[in-house]
């Protein structure tokens, strides 16, 4: 199985300040189409995962535009641009490469 | 607007059985393949299976292969997961969430049901 590893675990941010979270995965996730198949997740407290970030840049749905998402064929990074008080919660980074899909084990974002 | 809503969670003793519903709508659930991911208390998320749109194709995590069976009835709009030899380490909440057909994600999840293994 490839391995999401995220850091850091948690991230103290304030407000109007940008974060950073990064993934590394243990095997390229680049397929032979060109395409990295990374994804980022934000869990906010007491709801469900949404879906922020698809194919390592790729704005989903609804998502403010201050996020984003880049990295190469084995690292990742979210970055989160004016952090707002709406933004806290836990990110997951996860591949859709192959089976079994798999997670990060999540990096926490609080407000200072 | 998409929603899922699943049902079925509760308490149940090591050994029996369970299955859980999840109700889809908003959009076409028969174009969509579908899956199961679930978060044990305090701990991330993780994959347990998946469903392809005709319901031809199922994938499962090693753990529950054997006792787990993912299944859909697409007249019905409704994703299922009967869950069979419960075992405590099965104890979570469980999602199912939307597969984008382009590998875009999971891309809608439901709000989750609650899955209790215990004497």
């Known amino acids: 199985d490839i391995v999401m590893t995220q850091a850091p675990l948690s991230v103290s941010v304030t407000p109007g300040e940008s974060a950073s979270i990064s993934c590394r995965s243990s095997k390229s996730l680049l397929h032979s189409n060109g395409i990295t198949y990374v994804y980022w997740y934000l869990q906010k407290p007491g709801k469900s995962p949404q879906l922020l970030i698809y194919r390592m840049s790729n704005l989903a749905s609804g998502v403010p535009d201050r996020f984003s998402g880049s990295g190469s064929e084995t690292d990742f990074t979210l970055k989160i641009s004016r952090v707002e008080a709406e933004d806290v919660g836990i990110y997951y980074c996860g591949q859709l490469l192959e089976n079994p899909p798999t997670f990060g084990a999540g990096t926490k974002l609080e407000l200072k | 607007e998409v929603q899922l809503v699943e049902s079925g969670g509760g308490l149940v003793q090591p050994g029996r059985s369970l299955k859980l519903s999840c109700a889809a709508s908003g959009f076409t659930f028969s174009n969509y393949g579908m899956a199961w991911v679930c978060q044990a208390p305090t701990k991330g998320l993780e994959w347990v299976a998946s469903i392809s749109t005709g319901g031809g194709n199922t994938y499962y995590r090693d753990s529950v292969k054997g006792r787990f069976t993912i299944s859909r009835d697409n007249a019905k709009n409704t994703l299922y997961l009967q869950m069979d030899s419960l075992r405590s380490e099965d104890t979570a909440t469980y999602y199912c969430?939307?597969?984008?057909?382009?590998?875009?994600?999971?891309?809608?999840w439901g709000q989750g049901v609650m899955v209790t293994v215990s004497s």
């Open positions: 969430a939307r597969v984008d057909n382009n590998r875009r994600g999971f891309d809608y």
